[in-house]
């Protein structure tokens, strides 16, 4: 007799990666500004999870920094991860969710734009590292949950006042 395993819901927090292979799924909340990136290999049925905060670790002050709190950094250390964990390099794609404008400002300053510039960001480096984005939910001014099934590919996404999709 073969026991089936339990699904585990792995939890990913604010300027954090974890990696996950199916039957588990992978969550993050909290993406305003904030964007979650998918890695996965559909065919090893392994995705990754990164909720990155920043679009660049440059900005980083401190000596020991949270690389994945920034889309250059985090991104890539993502995509050794995943790789590392069995995903191959040219099987590796992408689905993208957040970059919320969160705020209104009255200036137009490029420094308030945190959303889109990490939307930005996130294009930027998955281009660098050629992995195609399959799939994206990103900008407006609500907050949004995702959770992500390796077995499915689908990234389920609850956005505040305006419910559920699917990508």
Partial sequence: MVMSKVARLVRVGIGDMDIV????????????SCVGI?????????????????????????ITMNRAKY?????????????????LPYRVQA??????????????????????????AVKQKLAQLNIPIVAEEVGGKSGR???????TTQLNIRTVNRGESVI
């Fill in 95 to 120: 689905k993208i969710a957040g970059g919320a404008q969160m705020f209104q400002f009255t200036s137009s300053s490029d420094m308030m734009r945190i959303g889109p510039r990490n939307v930005e």
């Fill in 38 to 62: 998918i890695l996965f290999d559909e065919v090893k049925k392994i995705g990754g999870m990164l909720h990155i905060m920043l679009p660049d670790s440059s900005m980083a002050k401190k």
């Fill in 21 to 32: 292979k199916a039957p588990d799924r992978i969550r993050t909340s909290g993406l305003g």
């Fill in 71 to 87: 889309a250059d950094t985090g991104i890539a250390d993502l995509y050794d991860q995943i790789t590392n964990t069995g995903a």
């Fill in 145 to 151: 949950t995702i959770e992500f099934d390796p077995e």
